[in-house]
């Protein structure tokens, strides 16, 4: 894309960066000193609302991108990620959403304080939590790196590395200056649009292909490469006992991941009631399973109509299949129609991005401050200086989290982001899920415990991942060059889950002392009715 044509989409693509700088600056004039606005902006927001923010800010880079890339790539395959995406919002629904938003104020660490010793607990969760906040925060500026390189015309590593640092910089005005309010409604507006995308995408896919979704299946398995094998599991996780094992290892971390996702349960803390939060996971199930169900037809769909092997060409990873696709459907390249969907794709996807790494360095900012911060500062001034400072200090962490994540992201620019979420969903439900489940339904649960559980399933998924082909010994590592993996699969979740609720048992087991029933029992029924909840 060229001349007039990439002059005209870089315009459409600025318009909507104005725009939600725009909203930022109007809710920016709000104060914010306290707490309960910066974190849950204010617990005003209706379950509607809320619902259209929750997907907003589930919906990411990841699946926009990555899963119709993986899916243009690798057919049958690419599809475990949005069944595995979906069916974990049942897990949300039935396990979590109430009895978050009834047992805690603004973070994870809340819930668990709530029956354990704040120090340690507050320290192992907030260091968990931001932990998988940058995870997450790479996936989402890897996929911006690769959307922004193709709109300039080329995935040149010098504009992939640019673009990263802005994503950084935006994100981190977007939360110091509007909060979760900000936050909020910028992912609303990113919900609105990247479902008007995505379903305008798929009727001119079916349209494509004459309504025909079995012509649609054929052609895509013919351009593959591959023929009906596309179309059959095996093609990505196939073969040895590895792939296999890998293969199930992503589902379950997939299904598992999301009830410990950060920025997923703060989302719980922003309506004023536990139904509220329940009917607020409703309205965000019913926009994601829509969504999902038509990223198969956007990942079938580009295969069809643009082949894999071109898909693989523009970005090795399959980053850029829906942006390619829409610009063939719209006229091709040097069309007028196609530079408009093409622009419009584009900002709808860097709209995802910038919602979705908000939500995400709100979260991680929050356990910085909330957690880390509070449970280390000596108590100075009333509750009012307290909430100040601790405000500040969540903006200032904003920064530090951005920092850590763009310099990750440079150095993972080649990997799928689909898969680089795949790891940070590992990553929660090895540390964060084992500590919730069993503080909100384990009579018995200590505070040793607690943090055994915490690290017993971070540092295994941490130290894993570093000893897998995904950072070294391969030629599609982050570290090619070297070869140190001695963990053979990709995902560590098949073994570091079970590990961090194994080490929570055997820390209840080995404690000194023994669980706070009465504290436990008021939790219980905090949890349950909603009886003193913030």
Not at 280 to 291: C, D, E, P, Q, T
Not at 342 to 357: D, K, N, P, W
Not at 377 to 398: F, H, L, N, W, Y
Request: net charge positive.
């Amino acid at each position: 894309m060229t001349g007039d044509h990439q002059t005209l989409a870089l315009v459409l693509f600025s318009v909507f960066i104005a725009v939600t700088l725009a909203i930022t600056t109007w809710v920016s004039r709000r104060r914010h000193g306290s707490a309960e606005e910066f974190y849950a902006g204010g617990r005003l927001f209706s379950p509607m609302e809320n619902g259209f923010a929750i997907a907003g800010d589930y919906m990411s880079a990841a699946s926009f991108l990555g899963i119709s890339g993986l899916i243009a790539l690798f057919g049958y395959d690419g599809l475990l990620y949005s069944v595995g995406f979906l069916v974990a919002w049942l897990v949300v629904l039935f396990l979590v959403a109430e009895l978050v938003r009834n047992c805690g104020r603004f973070t994870l660490a809340d819930v668990v304080a709530a029956r354990m010793r704040e120090r340690p607990v507050r320290i192992a969760a907030g260091t968990a939590s931001v932990t998988v906040s940058v995870l997450y925060l790479v996936a989402q500026m890897v996929g911006a790196g690769s959307l922004v390189a193709l709109l300039l015309g080329g995935a040149s590593q010098q504009a992939r590395t640019w673009m990263v640092i802005g994503v950084g910089a935006l994100m981190v005005v977007y939360v110091a200056f509007g909060g979760m309010r900000a936050t909020t409604w910028i992912q609303i507006v990113k919900a609105v649009l990247l479902m008007g995308g995505a379903i305008a995408l798929t009727v001119l896919v079916l349209i494509r292909f004459h309504g025909d979704f079995n012509t649609l299946l054929n052609t895509a398995a013919e351009r593959s490469g591959h023929g009906r094998e596309f179309l059959t599991p095996g093609l990505r996780y196939g073969g040895g006992w590895t792939a296999r094992l890998d293969f199930i290892s992503l589902g379950i971390a997939l299904v598992l991941g999301t009830a410990g996702l950060p920025h997923i349960l703060s989302r719980f803390y922003t309506v004023p009631t536990a139904r509220s939060a329940r009917r607020s996971v409703v309205w965000s199930i019913g926009l994601i399973g829509g969504f999902y169900l038509m990223t198969i037809v956007l990942g079938f769909g580009a295969a069809a109509v643009l082949g894999s092997s071109a898909v693989h060409a523009s970005n090795a990873a399959g980053n850029t299949a829906v942006p390619l696709l829409a610009l063939n459907l719209g006229g091709g390249a040097g069309s007028t129609g196609g530079t408009v969907l093409f622009a419009v794709v584009a900002a709808v996807a860097f709209a995802t991005i910038l919602a979705v790494v908000a939500g995400i360095t709100l979260a991680s900012s929050a356990s910085v401050a909330h957690d880390l911060y509070a449970s280390l500062r000596r108590p100075r001034g009333t509750a009012q200086d307290a909430q100040r400072a601790e405000v500040a200090v969540a903006r200032i962490a904003a920064v530090g989290v951005g920092a850590v994540a763009i310099g990750l992201s440079l150095l993972a620019q080649d990997l799928n982001v689909a898969f680089l979420v795949g790891l940070a969903f590992a990553v929660a439900a090895s540390a964060n899920l084992p500590v919730l489940l069993y503080t909100l339904f384990w009579r018995r649960f200590t505070t040793r415990g607690a943090v055994w559980s915490v690290y017993g399933g971070l540092i295994p998924a941490i130290t894993l991942v570093v000893l897998s082909p995904v950072v070294s010994g391969g030629t599609e590592s982050i570290f090619p060059g070297v070869d140190f993996a001695v963990f053979p699969l990709e995902n560590p979740g098949v073994v570091s889950i079970p590990l961090g609720f194994l080490m929570g048992w055997l820390g209840t087991l080995l404690s000194p002392e023994a669980a706070d029933e009465a504290r436990h029992a008021e939790t219980e029924v905090r949890a349950l009715t909603g009886a003193g909840a913030a």
